[in-house]
């Protein structure tokens, strides 16, 4: 999973069962970042929930659009 802040830093971290390897159950993506998720290589699924708080309104959602990504963020491209 990645997570870009506004400032730009880029958070990256694996979610998993494995704890020992570094991976974790969940992670945590405070609010004004975009973040997204892509599966490692040798998987072939994933199931993935997301939980807001304290609230969500359809009216704040906001899907991230490559183009406008990639002209804030060009560092990140891959």
Aim: net charge negative.
């Amino acid at each position: 999973m990645s997570a870009i802040a506004p400032a730009g830093t880029l958070t990256e971290f694996t979610l998993g069962g494995d704890l020992e390897a570094g991976q974790a159950p969940q992670g945590v993506v405070p609010a004004g970042h975009w973040f997204g998720a892509a599966l490692v290589p040798a998987a072939t699924y994933a199931l993935v929930g997301c939980t807001v708080a304290p609230g969500f309104d359809f009216a704040d959602l906001e899907l991230a659009r490559r183009g406008p990504l990639l002209a804030a963020f060009p560092q990140h491209a891959r």
